[in-house]
């Protein structure tokens, strides 16, 4: 694949990854925080499952192309403070793997049945901040 078409389906990928997040955080839970509990609950689990597809493709997608991209720049990761380019590239990876830490302990303290609506909602939030944090860096990286 050439790296504009890498580039560009990593792009698609964060769109959706960020903008289901967007939906589940500052949409779907505060909409349906005061209605009545049968209805609301049938479209949660219907659109949390739903969510959850799409966030679990577009991950995949996005980290597997996230490799590709980043594989030309390894050596600026040997020096992260050599230039602003190694730095935000570095900060990109850090948030990255913060991303994929929050995920992993979201499935798993979900799966366990320790994680209730609430901490879903607050992980959720969190892995929202920490990717849009991680498209500033992006920007940041050709930008300064």
């Known amino acids: 694949m050439t790296y504009v078409t890498l580039k560009s389906l990593h792009l698609l990928a964060t769109?959706?990854?960020i903008?289901?997040?967007f939906f589940q955080v500052v949409i779907l839970w505060p909409a349906t925080r005061n209605?009545?509990?049968e209805?609301?609950?049938t479209a949660r689990q219907?659109?949390?499952k739903r969510a959850q597809d799409v966030i679990h493709w577009a991950g995949l997608l996005l980290y597997g192309v996230g490799l590709a991209l980043v594989w030309p720049y390894r050596s600026y990761l040997l020096d992260p403070f050599a230039s602003t380019f190694s730095?935000?590239?570095s900060l990109k990876l850090l948030l990255a793997a913060l991303i994929l830490l929050h995920y992993?302990?979201?499935a798993f303290l979900r799966r366990s049945g320790i994680l209730g609506e609430r901490g879903t909602y607050w992980l959720n939030v969190s892995v929202l901040l920490l990717a849009v944090l991680l498209v500033l860096c992006s920007k940041g990286m050709f930008l300064l």
């Open 46 to 48: 219907a659109i949390k």
């Open 104 to 106: 992993v302990a979201l």
């Open 15 to 17: 769109i959706a990854f």
């Open 87 to 89: 730095l935000f590239l």
């Open 39 to 41: 209805p609301v609950e």
């Open 19 to 21: 903008g289901t997040l």
């Open 35 to 37: 209605m009545s509990a």
